[in-house]
């Protein structure tokens, strides 16, 4: 389980847009929100970063 969903939809953003602005396709953005992909690191602080927010609050599960 991951946040990348709620975060994103408190941007407003897209999984499109959050994709373009990562570097990926639109289906690994979605993909990855259904615990269907592993990102890679790079992936992961792209999307931190993007998102506004940390590896921890993003990936991790209490």
């Given at each position: 389980?991951?946040?990348?969903?709620?975060?994103?939809?408190?941007?407003?953003?897209?999984?499109?847009?959050?994709?373009?602005?990562?570097?990926?396709?639109?289906?690994?953005?979605?993909?990855?929100?259904?615990?269907?992909?592993?990102?890679?690191?790079?992936?992961?602080?792209?999307?931190?970063?993007?998102?506004?927010?940390d590896?921890?609050?993003?990936?991790?599960?209490?």
């Amino acid at each position: 389980m991951n946040h990348v969903k709620e975060y994103r939809q408190q941007r407003g953003l897209s999984q499109l847009k959050l994709a373009q602005a990562v570097g990926v396709a639109r289906q690994t953005i979605n993909l990855i929100e259904n615990d269907k992909y592993n990102p890679s690191l790079k992936l992961c602080l792209g999307l931190a970063k993007t998102l506004g927010t940390d590896l921890n609050s993003l990936f991790w599960e209490e």
